[in-house]
């Protein structure tokens, strides 16, 4: 049976709108329609401001000239401590590079450590023309969040998102990777499962909220006491906490979700200085994929975060920002998944 419009419509079939419609609302040729909306040299400017508005009546999406203009990454502070500390940044920014080359763009990198930093730095980014966006890594204070959400530039976050969406962001997909993480677990029969973190950022807290889902949905008791946090990602610390855990509670637990592999790599290192043997007596499983994870004795089973390709992302975000292609504000999350290696097996003993 054939459908026909009701009664009274018309049957329209909507199309893309072309440069030939600006073209031929603006009474121009098809070059120079598009010279002109590329802002060449050479168009009279009572010609560009005709075309422009014939653009803007036909709704014709505007061309955006990104080659050549600089993107500004304003890092904070807790970016470059992960530098140092897990490298999480290091390959994000590798992504970024390889993007911004491809698209012809000069990145900036703009350190902000407090309030001032970012003022002067939004200052200098409004003021100069060629300054085409702005990209935060790794910001979770809300006083610097509120002063870009009325930026005139696109801004995107990245590893970071703002919780009252008025900014773009990219991020892993924190929750569903521990999610995954803790469920590998208990697909091997372990039922007292550590979370071993560093707090203080919301991506952080959304990994714990991974751990406590997989725990929830096959009927475990997610215990706030099986969470243990350090103050660093340094993996002597990670080591100290789960060797005084152990000397303190006895081996009460048979596997370890880490928020990091460098939490992972010192969750190891305080089971074996215990006594114990990883997988053998505990399973750990990490969260990164950093290249190092393969040297780990065991080798470490853990999340791959897609890292190079957030910075990727991010810069494509800005591109669709620009030319009106977002709208409102979008939250990317990249998805993760698990690589098996050896620190995980089925568990011995049903705690």
């Given at each position: ?11 329209t ?27 060449e ?13 014939a ?42 590079r ?56 696109p ?54 909220d ?30 100290r ?111």
């Open positions: 049976m054939t459908s026909r419009p009701l009664p009274g419509k018309r049957a079939k909507s199309r893309r709108i072309k440069l030939e419609d600006v073209a031929a609302a603006s009474g121009v040729s098809i070059s120079t329609a598009s010279r002109a909306l590329a802002g040299k050479g168009v009279k400017p009572e010609i560009r401001e005709k075309v422009l508005a653009a803007k009546q036909v709704n014709y999406t505007l061309p955006v000239a990104l080659a050549g203009r600089k993107i500004v990454l304003a890092a904070s502070s807790a970016a470059m401590i992960d530098y140092v500390r897990n490298q999480f940044t290091l390959y994000v920014l590798e992504g970024l390889e993007r911004a080359e491809a698209l012809n763009l000069e990145i900036v990198t703009r350190p902000i450590a407090d309030k001032a930093d970012e003022t002067q730095m939004l200052k200098e980014a409004r003021e100069d023309p060629e300054t085409a966006g702005l990209l935060f890594l790794t910001v979770d204070d809300e006083a610097m969040l509120a002063a870009t959400r009325d930026f005139p530039k801004v995107v976050l990245l590893n970071g998102h703002d919780p009252l969406m008025r900014l773009s962001s990219v991020t892993p997909c924190n929750r569903s990777a521990a999610r995954l993480a803790t469920e590998h677990l208990i697909q091997l029969g372990h039922k007292r499962i550590l979370f071993l973190m560093r707090p203080g950022r919301r991506t952080i807290l959304h990994r714990c991974g751990w406590q889902d997989a725990l929830k949905a096959h009927h475990l008791i997610a215990d706030p006491d099986l969470i243990i946090s350090v103050d660093d990602w340094l993996p002597e610390l990670a080591a906490a789960i060797e005084e855990r152990i000397r303190d509670r006895g081996l009460d637990f048979s596997a370890i979700v880490t928020a990091g592999d460098s939490l992972a790599v010192g969750a190891i290192m305080g089971v074996q200085k215990a006594g114990f043997t990883v997988p053998d007596d505990v399973s750990v499983v990490g969260m990164d994929d950093l290249p190092q994870a393969s040297f780990v004795n065991p080798p470490l089973t853990t999340m791959h975060l897609p890292m190079r390709e957030i910075g990727s992302a991010a810069l494509d975000l800005i591109s669709d920002s620009m030319a009106g292609r977002i709208n409102p504000a979008r939250r990317v999350e990249l998805a993760c998944h698990l690589v098996e290696r050896s620190s995980t097996a089925p568990a011995k003993v049903h705690l």
